[in-house]
């Protein structure tokens, strides 16, 4: 980290500092040539030129732009980031104009008109550092450059983007490569007024903001409006609210991935209702049936009734064809009595304590894609049954995150390895290598093993590192895209 004295800032449109800041882009339009090394604070001003803010930037960037014009006050300005110039280049071939619009916020025909009035665009290629805490400034009427009321004392500790990231953006930029996801683009534009109100909305933006490389913060693993029921599970359970707990087990099982289209209320995973009297507590259609009976409170036993129970209303309601095919569980605080426990197991039965099936839950609302349900299914399928199954599940919920801890831990190899070589990329066999550097890692993995984790953490579907493929797999080549982090 080194300190840099800032006594000036450049005045670049609001919305262009502000795609500056989000990481959409590392270029501005500056009116002469920068030398790399300059160094200035963003100052957000009004779109100049003739033509409106609309017809300036690229229909995916509008709902930005419109909103940082909306934020620009006749007083006083906010300046929250500085900036290093790292190139700058001239731009005068109407052909290259295009590419560049591709790869920026602004349109081609803002470009061209431009270069009508200039014989070259310069295109400042700026990283970006964010403040600790933005600070307001008197609005200045005029000039390219703005001087500071007092100069300030930064940081490079905050980079909007890595070396790693910023290496990859520049050099894209510099031979004007068109951009891999413009799909991806579209799409993260549609959240924008989405995201300020939905919290999966904003979830999805920045995760996707993350896998086109605009920003390396982990979003919020999943919105705190779902853990704070999920935190609940365990305590109602282990209430006399057995009408609560029976409803907090729909809504739990929802947020694993079951679901069920019956719209027959005996038979039903409506969180809104209940099975009431004669009916299921809890019944999923798919991926598989699942058929159960929830009983709360902790300080009392579950008698031989319950399993008794749910066999007559499962008999009753699904048939013995698919109740015979559905998986059965019991979600009980209390311990079950000698002959409730007894036929739970002749019935293979599986009982689940509160405390586990939260730990489930909690698990996939942090980690959306750690539970496989289909890969569940045998643990919930094979012995042991009754009491003992409540271990068993356990063991599942602890196989799964020994699974996540390799693969972050892979991440993290493959991000200091790129770091600390400065190379853009690195082999599996050297990332191998630098797996058993470690004398302990997470779990013994031959290259192959190896190579195919680092194939689903580069799959377009996770985004945690980017891949270069070649004709022999040995040979394919893998990037740092994004952290993989866990809670523990």
């Known amino acids: 980290m080194s300190l840099v004295n800032i006594d000036k800032a450049i005045r670049l449109p609001a919305p262009d500092v502000e795609a500056l800041i989000q990481g959409r882009t590392i270029a501005a339009i500056v009116w002469r040539m ?47 980031a500085w900036a290093r110039c790292e190139l700058c280049q001239m731009v005068n071939e109407p052909e290259s104009l295009e590419a560049l619009s591709r790869l920026t916020v602004w349109k081609t025909e803002a ?14 290629y700026l990283r970006v550092y964010l403040l600790p805490q933005p600070f307001e400034m008197p609005v200045q009427s005029s000039g ?38 413009p799909e991806l683009e579209e799409l993260q534009s549609a959240l924008v007024h989405l995201s300020t109100t939905n919290p999966k909305a904003k979830q999805l933006d920045a995760e996707i903001k993350i896998f086109l490389g605009w920003s390396e913060n982990s979003p919020t693993i999943k919105p705190d409006i779902d853990l704070d029921w999920i935190k609940t599970i365990a305590q109602i359970g282990n209430s006399s609210d057995g009408n609560g707990f029976e409803k907090l087990v729909r809504k739990s099982f929802i947020e694993l991935g079951f679901a069920n289209p019956n719209t027959n209320p005996r ?24 058929a159960g009976e929830c009983k709360a409170s902790k300080h009392e036993s579950v008698p031989n009734s319950v399993t008794a129970q749910l066999i007559h209303l499962g008999l009753t309601h699904l048939g013995q064809d698919r109740f015979d095919r559905s998986v059965k569980i019991i979600l009980a605080a209390g311990p079950l009595t000698n002959p409730a426990n007894l036929a739970a197991i002749g019935s293979k039965m599986n009982v689940i304590r509160p405390e586990t099936l939260q730990r489930l839950v909690e698990l996939k609302a942090k980690q959306p894609g750690s539970i496989d349900l289909l890969q569940l299914k045998p643990c919930l399928e094979q012995q042991p049954f009754g009491e003992e199954a409540d271990a068993k599940v356990n063991r599942y919920i602890d196989d799964v995150r020994e699974k996540l801890k390799v693969r972050s831990y892979l991440i993290k190899i493959v991000k ?42 580069s799959s377009p579907l996770t985004g945690y590192l980017g891949r270069i493929k070649e004709d022999d797999w040995r040979r394919d080549r893998f990037y740092f895209l994004r952290d993989l982090r866990l809670d523990d």
Do not use: W
């Not at 090394?37 to 709902?63: C, I, M, T």
């Not at 038979?267 to 699942?290: H, K, R």
């Open 144 to 181: 390219n450059f703005v001087s500071l009321p007092k100069s300030q004392n930064v940081t490079d500790a905050t980079p909007v983007l890595s070396d790693n990231i910023f290496a990859k953006r520049r050099q894209k930029l510099e031979k004007l490569e068109p951009p891999e996801h």
């Open 416 to 457: 200091n390895r790129l770091e600390i070589t400065g190379v853009e990329n690195a082999g599996v066999e050297a990332l191998h290598g630098a797996y058993y550097a470690n004398p302990n890692p997470p779990q013994p993995l031959n290259l192959q093993a190896m190579h195919e984790i680092l194939i689903e953490l």
């Open 111 to 124: 470009l061209q008109q431009i270069l009508q009035q200039r014989p070259f665009i310069f295109v400042a």
């Open 34 to 80: 920068f030398n790399p090394g300059e160094q200035y604070a963003l100052y957000p001003g009004n779109v100049s030129g003739n033509l409106p803010y609309d017809k300036h930037y690229r229909s995916h960037f509008l709902p930005v732009a419109q909103k940082a014009l909306a934020q620009l006050n006749s007083d006083k300005v906010s300046i929250k």
């Open 267 to 290: 038979a039903s995973l409506n969180p809104e209702s209940t099975g009431g009297a004669g009916g299921l507590d809890f019944y999923c259609e798919t991926p598989y049936p699942v």
